[in-house]
């Protein structure tokens, strides 16, 4: 009798499920799927012009300068290239992840929009000054939106921004290692936005905490329905 070659159980695994190629379809014969993505993306895009003038605002107000004695045990440093090659290499791995599920890729859109109306508001409520010690952090992508030259944005402390979208892309994606990954790259950028002395404690500390309520806020709007009864015609 011939015997079967055997089967290379990594091979099989680096093929996508039947059930995952018609993820798309299927998420836009619904509806609510197709109303949710295309409001939430015109939200995103509504954005774009208000942004820039809302940090300009929130950088010529001043603020309060607070104590912070944590910072007083970390070094200062440049840390502007390691931060974003995290942030950005986070961001882009996660999305890969994100683009073959409609569904968890909705939810993260949803909670990326909450988490800045929140930021937005955070800021607005509680004017700060940065530490005293800061060192300016060169975002490349950041640097080209708000057009920085002499005057850089450093006032948008409360929250981090930098370790809430790290936390929420832990939050989005799925898997034990994944999480686990991604969990210890947002420590990383809050220790370095530390370092950096861009943020406060208080501004890392709370970041999850802020990424998690947008991350629940999403989940709320993008919650399916339950599926009417079937009538039994009687």
Request: glycine share 8%; hydrophobic share 55%.
């Amino acid at each position: 009798m011939a015997t079967l070659p055997p089967v290379n159980l990594s091979q099989l695994k680096a093929f996508p499920p039947a059930g995952r190629r018609a993820a798309w379809p299927a998420a836009w014969d619904r509806t609510g799927f197709r109303v949710r993505l295309g409001l939430v993306l015109a939200l995103l895009l509504g954005l774009l012009p208000v942004v820039p003038g809302f940090y300009h605002f929130i950088q010529a107000r001043p603020g309060h300068r607070l104590f912070d004695p944590l910072l007083a045990l970390l070094p200062v440093h440049d840390v502007s290239a390691p931060t974003f090659a995290i942030i950005y290499g986070a961001i882009a791995g996660t999305l890969v992840y994100l683009l073959p599920r409609p569904n968890l890729l909705l939810r993260a859109l949803w909670a990326y929009y909450f988490l800045q109306v929140l930021r937005m508001a955070t800021l607005w409520l509680l004017p700060l000054e940065p530490p005293t010690t800061l060192v300016v952090l060169h975002d490349p992508v950041m640097d080209h939106i708000f057009k920085v030259t002499t005057q850089p944005i450093v006032r948008d402390l409360f929250f981090s921004g930098h370790t809430a979208t790290m936390a929420l892309l832990a939050l989005a994606g799925r898997g034990r290692g994944w999480r686990l990954l991604l969990g210890l790259l947002t420590g990383a950028v809050g220790l370095l936005v530390l370092v950096q002395r861009v943020h406060y404690s208080y501004d890392v500390l709370a970041a999850p905490l802020f990424a998690w309520l947008a991350y629940w806020l999403a989940g709320r709007v993008c919650r399916k329905k339950p599926a009417a009864p079937a009538s039994s015609g009687l």
